[in-house]
């Protein structure tokens, strides 16, 4: 019991230190969650890269709404396939229920017991067998048939840490996952995009920008580096600080890491995620007297960006996602 005592009083004071940084990290613009818009992509995770290798926050706030396109595996299991499905579910598994329950009834029937029909448990243990060949037998021939009838599907590999994204990844766990009554990995949307080192200097140019213009509370050249979404929040989080009457200023930014996690193209327009770990100095001062409420000192961040332009165009952030 006291043991318990004591682990309960631990995982309290943990919980105390998390909020307390949490709290702190929520100053800076696009801090307090993850928002904004990725495209088709914008419901799926990012893919791991060496300065954010584990699982980004999911997008919280966004404009693009759910469908079939953004879903992935959502969208497929909302859509009946060949012996998936029904009242047993997909699968073999739901295959070998269905065929256990109709052995079963069929001796009821004919007054045997729910046990006793063809034979006994043997005779249904055996058909339960032959149901799970025929099954798989199915799935074979028509994950053939398919192979044989689609036309191949390109799939970005946006760098040696894309990791499960890459489309032989995807074929080998479609195999036998199928087979089983799972999905294959949806692959990603749009065409791959390949980007050049002035790319990547725009999107760290931006990352300063963006804090820059946000401790200024400069809405107009907000405008000029993010998207309307991503601009709308900002606004609100400036409201907030406005009606709280504190000023978030963020300085001496510095990119550490990045790199790049997806790079797409969807019709006119392309799109970049990038995992980037900078420091900085996030400071929230009181609006009246310039009085440090919170923070001042140097620390380090780990976010994903997503960058989206016109063909042709200026990098725009569109989301961004705490690692």
Do not use: C
Not at 65 to 88: D, E, K, S, Y
């Amino acid at each position: 019991m006291i043991r318990h005592r004591w682990l309960i009083a631990l995982a309290a004071i943990a919980t105390v230190f998390i909020f307390i940084s949490i709290d702190h990290a929520d100053a800076r613009a696009g801090g307090g969650s993850s928002a904004g818009s990725r495209g088709s992509r914008t419901f799926s995770a990012p893919a791991a890269t060496r300065t954010a290798p584990s699982t980004a926050a999911p997008i919280q706030r966004s404009a693009t709404q759910p469908n079939a396109a953004t879903t992935g595996a959502a969208g497929q299991a909302a859509r009946p396939g060949l012996l998936g499905g029904g009242l047993f579910g997909g699968g073999m598994l739901g295959g070998l229920a269905a065929g256990f329950i109709g052995a079963g009834l069929f001796g009821m029937l004919f007054g045997h017991g729910m046990t006793g029909g063809m034979g006994g448990f043997a005779s249904i243990l055996g058909l339960v067998l032959q149901i799970g060949l025929i099954v798989i037998v199915a799935r074979l021939a028509f994950a053939w048939w398919q192979r044989r009838n689609s036309p191949s599907l390109a799939i970005q590999s946006a760098g040696p840490a894309q990791g499960p994204a890459s489309g032989a990844s995807t074929q080998a766990f479609g195999g036998l996952g199928s087979m089983f009554g799972g999905n294959a990995p949806a692959a990603p949307a749009g065409e791959p995009l390949t980007l050049d080192k002035p790319d990547y200097d725009a999107f760290e140019q931006l990352l300063a920008d963006i804090q820059a213009a946000y401790s200024a509370e400069d809405l107009s050249a907000l405008r000029g580096k993010a998207t309307p979404e991503m601009v709308s929040y900002f606004a609100e989080e400036l409201a907030d600080n406005a009606s709280r009457g504190i000023i978030n200023r963020v300085t001496d930014v510095k990119l550490l890491q990045g790199d790049l996690s997806e790079a797409w193209r969807e019709g006119a327009h392309e799109y970049a995620t990038v995992a980037m770990h900078f420091a900085l100095t996030d400071t929230t001062v009181e609006r009246a007297s310039g009085r440090t409420v919170e923070g001042g000192q140097p620390g380090e961040v780990t976010e994903l960006w997503t960058f989206m332009r016109t063909r042709g165009g200026a990098w725009l952030v569109s989301a961004i996602q705490q690692a």
